[in-house]
T-cell receptor
Framework: RKEVEQDPGPFNVPEGATVAFNCTYSNSASQSFFWYRQDCRKEPKLLMS???SGNEDGRFTAQLNRASQYISLLIRDSKLSDSATYLCVVVGGSYIPTFGRGTSLIVHP | EPEVTQTPSHQVTQMGQEVILRCVPI?????FYWYRQILGQKVEFLVS????????KSEIFDDQFSVERPDGSNFTLKIRSTKLEDSAMYFC?????????????FGEGSRLTVL
């Protein structure tokens, strides 16, 4: 089983849609979780951290389910500018941030 | 806003040549990383560095790779004898601390093309 798994997509949605991404991780001892955004041929940038109680930042909501070892990202009211690849990042016992392969989102008019 | 800077942004080299990629991490950060991303693939961990020594490395980081912090600011990745499969984007990253929390800040990357 891969350390961090994501559906690569692409998710192709119209503006205004709600879209959700899931990510599963294999190391039950993992402690920190993040969603990063990566635009084409650019560096990853932090979108949001994921807390045990779940957290929201504007149109973005992140959830963590430790029992099932997955995290999710919900984007409401999608904008054209949300088109990007969303990377799930998990930090385990070795303190090394490990990336999923990313989920591609395309928001169209 | 403080940022991680990387040079060069793009390097083209012949197979078998040595390449040095340079990074200046954010000044108060203590943990430094190199990741690589082959076109269309995932971001892969290469090596982490703390207190002037390697703390973790992946199986990708073989004897052809080395890292150094030659002075108080630069953090370099050297590939001794490049192979075609080393062609990738190499990202330097830094964090304030090495414990589980803490955002990883990335540089804009150095694209390496091996011919």
């Amino acid at each position: 089983r891969k350390e961090v798994e994501q559906d690569p997509g692409p998710f192709n949605v119209p503006e205004g849609a709600t879209v959700a991404f899931n990510c599963t991780y294999s190391n039950s001892a993992s402690q920190s979780f993040f969603w990063y955004r990566q635009d084409c041929r650019k560096e990853p940038k932090l979108l949001m951290s994921v807390y045990s109680s779940g957290n929201e930042d504007g149109r973005f909501t992140a959830q963590l389910n430790r029992a099932s070892q997955y995290i999710s990202l919900l984007i409401r009211d999608s904008k054209l500018s949300d088109s990007a690849t969303y990377l799930c990042v998990v930090v385990g016992g070795s303190y090394i941030p490990t990336f999923g392969r990313g989920t591609s989102l395309i928001v169209h008019p | 806003e403080p940022e991680v800077t990387q040079t060069p942004s793009h390097q083209v080299t012949q197979m078998g040549q040595e390449v040095i990629l340079r990074c200046v991490p954010i000044s108060n950060h203590l943990y430094f990383y190199w990741y690589r991303q082959i076109l269309g693939q995932k971001v892969e961990f290469l090596v982490s560095f703390y207190n002037n020594e390697i703390s973790e490395k992946s199986e990708i980081f073989d004897d052809q790779f080395s890292v150094e912090r030659p002075d108080g600011s630069n953090f370099t990745l050297k590939i001794r004898s490049t192979k075609l499969e080393d062609s990738a984007m190499y990202f330097c990253a830094s964090r304030v601390s090495g414990v589980n929390t803490g955002e990883l800040f990335f540089g804009e990357g150095s694209r390496l093309t091996v011919l």
